[in-house]
């Protein structure tokens, strides 16, 4: 059973990224209307007029009028037809690295345009046999009752997500290293890719987090094992990408700790030789995670008390960007970023959470965020393929799938996180499509898709 309930917003192209931000439509119609000529009252008399024009005369003149008349609206005709094949082509990119060539763009597909639609065959797991999904998360085992939103899937306009096939991707995973790196969102995302992948695995004891750690939210590192696959999925928690530090000398008092914008996390050396590396962050970039604690920005050995936020966010990303650039070898490994993830808040103070019972008709402005839009910049000017995972938009539509209050702490209500199973098992079925597939779409250019053995 499907119904559609909501229209993603538009994505943009850039070049050289997976961006999905704007799409546009071309659905225009034209309307030609031909006039009847007139003649204008001779300024002769009528039989003089008669007498110099004969009636044959009169028809071919007609008929030569008629023909160009015809010409004029077979050559409208003619460009209007070749404007509707053309420019939808030009405009449709798979918002890969780099834009499609027409030719290649008829047969594209935005993943990101699209729509959440009914399908029973949701939720792919169940929470309460998945040991690494938090508590905190497990929405129903926390006394939610309503189940509509673990129903929801995401149909693309142009083209459809392959059906989760658990048995094909664990055999394509064989050997590799998949890692998140972020903040708690990317956790929960790193929590729904293990809780997908073990619904194909018999002997559930042979997936184990290999420092024997239970899932928390303060541990730096998270390793699960699926160890008759012989590969791992990996989580390591960093909220705001480059180094924290403590407040430097002859600082102001005001001055707790400071972000070094110009230097990535002193873990980041543990990120590389991964087969996979999916990023995020912006959640922490926020005043009350910064300046209300005494949290400031250096660059070099310089303190930079009057930078904003977004600009302040803008160089961490160039100093990530950079990293990249230098450190990963993207013929071996795949790079996403994933961008900013909407909360839906009943105010500003973030005290009241009203979780729906369906996904939102009207965003509210949720489908932009100033965060997604600097990925976007950032990535497009790297020189290595980076594909941009850009779930702001279709993110914004589902204020029905947040914890609100059947998290462990029901006290404090919560419409930034997810329930799982829920919208992050979305995230990742767009991720493996991405990495496997083999269904003759284009694919993002300077990746391959992985094959068996691969």
Request: hydrophobic share 35%.
């Amino acid at each position: 059973m499907m119904e559609t309930m909501s229209n993603s917003s538009r994505t943009t192209s850039f070049s050289r990224t997976t961006s999905f931000n704007r799409s546009t439509s071309f659905n225009r119609s034209t309307s030609f209307k031909s006039r009847t000529p007139t003649v204008a009252s001779p300024t002769v008399s009528q039989s003089s007029w008669v007498s110099r024009v004969s009636p044959f005369s009169w028809v071919s003149r007609w008929f030569h009028t008629l023909i160009v008349i015809f010409t004029f609206i077979s050559f409208l005709i003619a460009v209007y037809g070749g404007y509707l094949y053309v420019m939808p082509s030009l405009n449709l990119t798979f918002h890969g690295y780099g834009v499609l060539e027409p030719a290649q763009s008829i047969s594209s597909c935005n993943v990101f345009d699209g729509s959440w639609v009914v399908d029973d065959n949701y939720p792919l797991y169940n929470a309460t046999g998945c040991p690494f999904v938090e508590q905190g998360f497990n929405c129903l085992a926390n006394g939610r009752r309503d189940k509509d939103y673990l129903k929801y899937r995401w149909k693309p306009n142009n083209c459809d997500i392959p059906r989760f096939n658990v048995q094909s991707i664990l055999d394509k995973l064989r050997g590799k290293r998949v890692v998140f790196v972020g903040d708690s969102m990317s956790r929960t995302q790193w929590e729904s890719l293990i809780c997908l992948l073990m619904t194909g695995v018999e002997d559930k004891k042979s997936v184990y987090e290999v420092n024997g750690n239970k899932i928390t939210k303060q541990i730096r590192y998270l390793g699960v094992r699926f160890s008759s696959f012989n590969f791992t999925v990996e989580f390591f928690r960093s909220v705001f990408l480059v180094q924290q530090g403590w407040m430097p000398r002859h600082a102001p008092k005001r001055v707790k700790s400071i972000l070094k914008l110009d230097k990535l996390d002193d873990i980041s050396n543990q990120w590389i030789n991964s087969d996979v590396l999916i990023f995020n962050t912006g959640q922490w970039w926020v005043p009350g995670k910064l300046f209300d604690t005494g949290c400031y920005f250096q660059v070099g050995n310089s303190l930079k008390l009057g930078i904003s936020i977004p600009t302040a966010f803008r160089t961490a990303l160039d100093t990530w960007a950079a990293w990249v650039e230098e450190k990963i070898d993207t013929n071996r490994t795949h790079v996403f970023f994933r961008t900013f993830e909407p909360s839906h808040w009943s105010d500003p103070t973030r005290r009241f959470c009203n979780v729906t019972d369906h996904p939102m008709l009207d965003t509210r402005g949720r489908d932009r965020s100033i965060f997604s839009d600097t990925v976007h910049e950032v990535v497009k000017n790297m020189t290595v393929p980076v594909a941009v995972l850009h779930v702001t938009s279709m993110s914004s539509f589902r204020s029905d799938a947040h914890v609100g209050n059947w998290s462990d702490k029901p006290s404090v209500p919560d419409c930034s996180h997810w329930c799982l199973p829920g919208l992050p098992d979305v995230w990742n079925e767009i991720i493996l499509f991405y990495l496997f597939n083999d269904k003759g779409l284009p694919f993002l250019e300077g990746f391959e898709p992985w094959h068996s053995g691969g």
